[in-house]
């Protein structure tokens, strides 16, 4: 099973995006705003709630209630009213589109997100930092404008992920660094639950809620990741790769790697030497 914080941040690494506005705007209290009732919205939007409270109505019947500690992502033509509360509303607002569309990927950047961020010294800078940017001509700071966008994406993504593991998200954390530093030992999951005093399936349940995905399959994709690092240089070859990600096995190993990257490890190898400069 796919949480949306994971399915968000798939998408986000999967699509190009274009950063368009940052704005940060105030609603009067008690007021139904509805411009974009008869004029669709042309852009999905990053809404940070700031102070009071509103609801923001997509297409009369997807209704979210925004205040501080909340955001919403997505909303792409779609019709939207939003009613203001009795403190009025101020709000962040990014707009964003995904270079391509038609995909999975684009429609879960395009439908309407509700994710838990609690305000922050961070957060209310990266939004400050995005509104100077996004002011000015200067291609390095339009370039910073991009940049800082995918930094605050992901600090809300890792925030929801946080908000929605309280109890367990040290304990996992501490189980991906332990992954990452002896990933080239034999590691099985009965000793990784075993290392935090869990049972394997209550372990594995929740490494899965936390990383969208099961503690061994993290440490092969991890394993896979780094052996595609040492092969693209050139230097190595397979079996000497396998055993420096803990693969004893080359032929396993190869095997492994066409899986998960659909070219064997050998082809990558050897491109590479084709083409690196004597």
Known sequence: MAYLHEELAQAFVKLPIEVYGVYR????SGV????????????CAVIISLRGQAEFIYNETERFTLEPGKILLGGMMKR????TGEQGFEYGLIHYVPVRTGTEDAQRLIDVSMLHTPQSPELLQLLEKLLQAS????????????????????????????????????????????IHDHFDEPITLHQLADRFGLKPKYF??????????GPIDYLIQYRINRAYELLMTGQFTVAAVARSVGYQDAYYFSRLFKK??????GYF???QKRNRPS
Do not use: C, W
Not at 25 to 28: C, V, W
Not at 80 to 83: A, D, G, S, V, W
Not at 204 to 210: A, I, N, P
Not at 260 to 265: D, W, Y
């Open 32 to 43: 139904i705003y509805d411009g974009h009732v008869d004029r669709p919205t042309t852009k």
């Open 135 to 178: 002011s000015s001509p200067d291609a390095m700071l339009l370039l910073e404008k991009k940049a800082l966008f995918y930094q605050l994406i992901n600090r809300v993504l890792q925030s929801e992920r946080t908000q929605q593991n309280k109890a367990s998200y040290p304990l996992i954390e501490e189980a991906m660094a332990y």
């Open 260 to 265: 998960h990257k659909g070219t064997s490890p």
């Open 269 to 271: 190898g050897l491109h």
């Open 80 to 83: 939207l009213e939003i009613h």
């Open 25 to 28: 705007t105030e609603l009067e």
């Open 204 to 213: 594995s349940s929740l490494f899965q809620r936390y990383t969208g995905i």
